[in-house]
């Protein structure tokens, strides 16, 4: 090969390589191009699916929780009148025992004692009596001898009755209808005043004491329904009735103290569950509601979007009222029947027609 000919195969190169780079600049040119397009540039005009709802007539109420602990109508602390040894335990934890029940004992050997002793002074000192007044009713006696005879008479009668409560005090009975709760008094143990031996709850109805806001607390009364809800028993809602609503706050507290009874027909409830209660905080009757999605903020005004003929978009400004989460009630701005946006409507152009689906 003369040198000719070489100097022509590099020419060649050069220009192969130089038109094979010139491809990748107008290549990368192109693609930085593309990038900066606008949607417009790059993006037919293709309907935005949405989907839609009608405004609508209907009540619509919203709700404001308070919580507490579920508790049972009644529960008595058993504390003993009595001390000494406790003989016999008549009772388990969790036994069902009527009011007058016996649930323990307590050695009573002592308050015999007493008591017999007592009948004894009372009969000496009623015998005396009742012969003292004869006499003075004879002129036998003079006032202060039978005045005196009274006084024994009186005196001894109380010692009676008091030895008498003494010795019923050893016997503890149940104060009400219900279940045992706890139970401390053993057999052999030792019972005293002031000491807890036991507690008996009737859950033959439940309640729940919590307190509200003074916002709600004028739109409250006895009668009116709420509902309950407690996450250990799942998603089912239980009824429960206001029974007592505070007309002052709690004392050092901002806050009305409100009783609720609970529908506990079926025995799923427990005294001691922890309960959330759906009070009712505003409530209307027939009025214009869109579902709370179709309501979106656009240059800080609430909107909606309509659609019109054809399936064009129209944003519309709205007043609302009432939102409970999933409807929204509308003051003004909508008419009823209309067709509204609840899904997608952040895309949408006006006047550009959308494509509807379920």
């Not at 009364?221 to 799942?234: Q, S, W």
Request: proline share 5%; glycine share 8%; net charge negative.
């Amino acid at each position: 090969m003369n040198r000719s000919d070489k100097k022509g195969g590099s020419a060649l190169r050069i220009i192969l390589i130089i038109l094979a780079i010139l491809f990748i600049l107008a290549l990368l040119a192109y693609r930085i191009s593309m990038n900066f397009k606008t949607p417009e540039q790059t993006v037919s005009d293709v309907p935005v699916n949405v989907k839609i709802a009608s405004a609508e007539l209907m009540p619509i109420f919203a709700t404001s929780p308070v919580s507490g602990r579920v508790q049972p109508i009644e529960e008595v602390v058993i504390m003993p009148l009595a001390s000494g040894e406790i003989t016999r335990v008549f009772v388990q934890m969790g036994d069902k025992v009527r009011k007058g029940t016996v649930l323990f004992e307590i050695d009573k050997a002592q308050m015999t004692t007493a008591l017999n002793q007592a009948k004894e002074g009372l009969a000496s000192a009623e015998t005396a009596y009742n012969r003292m007044s004869a006499l003075y009713g004879e002129g036998a006696v003079p006032l202060l001898t039978y005045e005196q005879a009274k006084t024994q008479y009186v005196t001894a009668k109380e010692s009676y009755n008091a030895a008498s409560n003494a010795y019923s005090n050893c016997t503890v009975k149940s104060p009400i209808d219900g279940y045992v709760t706890s139970l401390s008094a053993t057999a052999g143990g030792l019972a005293s005043p002031g000491a807890p031996a036991a507690t008996v709850a009737d859950v033959s109805e439940l309640k729940i004491n919590t307190t509200v806001s003074e916002y709600l607390a004028p739109k409250l009364k006895p009668g009116d329904p709420v509902d309950i809800h407690i996450a250990t028993l799942g998603d089912q809602t239980y009824t429960g009735i206001i029974t007592a609503v505070s007309p002052a706050p709690a004392a050092g507290s901002l806050t009305y103290p409100i009783s609720i009874s609970i529908d506990n027909e079926n025995g799923e409830v427990m005294a001691g569950m922890f309960a959330e209660i759906n009070i009712v905080s505003d409530e209307k009757d027939m009025v214009l509601c869109v579902p709370s999605d179709a309501v979106i903020v656009k240059s800080g005004r609430s909107v909606v979007v309509v659609l019109e003929d054809g399936n064009l978009p129209v944003y519309k400004e709205v007043e609302i009222g009432i939102d409970n989460g999933e409807f929204v009630e509308i003051n003004s701005g909508l008419e009823p029947g209309e067709t509204i946006v609840v899904l997608g409507q952040q895309y949408v152009k006006e006047g550009v027609a959308v494509n509807i689906v379920e």
